[in-house]
T-cell receptor, first 112, second 116 residues
Framework: SQTIHQWPATLVQPVGSPLSLECTVE??????LYWYRQAAGRGLQLLFY??????ISSEVPQNLSASRPQDRQFILSSKKLLLSDSGFYLC???????????FGDGTRLSIL | KQEVTQIPAALSVPEGENLVLNCSFT??????LQWFRQDPGKGLTSLLL?????REQTSGRLNASLDKSSGRSTLYIAASQPGDSATYLC???????????????FGQGTILTVHP
């Protein structure tokens, strides 16, 4: 069966520090991968999506970037974190765009 | 731009009640609609997916309907239990800039509390 892993579960970082969040999927090949952010009191916002290795599309301009170095690995990064980057970050995968998206347990990021 | 609205924002019911959660969307050009459940501090769990050509889907005590032309979906939960307490989110699948599809647009969710 397929599983998705995200880490770390929680992270506290100072303003201006770098960020790297990792997401891996097991049990499937060539998945579509997604990064979302869920801010307090707001819905889920799609940040990035990828349909293959090295293929990244950004939905909104921001302080973050994403990379897909391997088929089942999706990384969210920042060179310098801002206070506004705080939130709950979720990774998701799907076998193809018309199938259900399956989510990881998320990373709670707090910026001090 | 697709917008998804969920009503009510919060709902509190006694155990055993049947209940309905509502979801509406502004652009009827969707490929499918998904209902998710989110427990506090956790990720999302997919409950039901309705393709745009379908009218409803059922899983156990859950039944979701879709009226694409009017831009509405409902999630019906029968015989509610305290374990059903969670945030329920609906999301519609559309396109990225009118080309390749795969973009989910989410509603803000309905916070459901079922008390014993």
């Amino acid at each position: 069966s397929q599983t998705i892993h995200q880490w770390p579960a929680t992270l506290v970082q100072p303003v201006g520090s770098p960020l790297s969040l990792e997401c891996t999927v097991e049990g499937t090949s060539n998945p579509n991968l997604y990064w979302y952010r869920q801010a307090a009191g707001r819905g889920l916002q799609l940040l990035f999506y990828s349909v293959g290795i090295g293929q990244i599309s950004s939905e909104v301009p921001q302080n973050l970037s994403a990379s897909r170095p391997q088929d089942r690995q999706f990384i969210l990064s920042s060179k310098k974190l801002l206070l506004s980057d705080s939130g709950f970050y979720l990774c998701a995968w799907t076998a193809n765009s018309n199938q259900p998206q399956h989510f990881g347990d998320g990373t709670r990021l707090s910026i001090l | 731009k697709q917008e998804v609205t969920q009503i009510p924002a919060a709902l509190s019911v006694p155990e055993g009640e049947n209940l309905v959660l509502n979801c509406s969307f502004t652009d009827s050009a969707i490929y499918n609609l998904q209902w998710f459940r989110q427990d506090p501090g956790k990720g999302l769990t997919s409950l039901l997916l309705i393709q745009s050509s379908q009218r409803e889907q059922t899983s156990g005590r859950l039944n979701a309907s879709l009226d694409k032309s009017s831009g509405r979906s409902t999630l019906y939960i029968a015989a509610s239990q305290p374990g059903d307490s969670a945030t329920y989110l609906c999301a519609v699948l559309g396109t990225f800039d009118g080309t390749s599809y795969g973009k989910l647009t989410f509603g803000q969710g309905t916070i459901l509390t079922v008390h014993p």
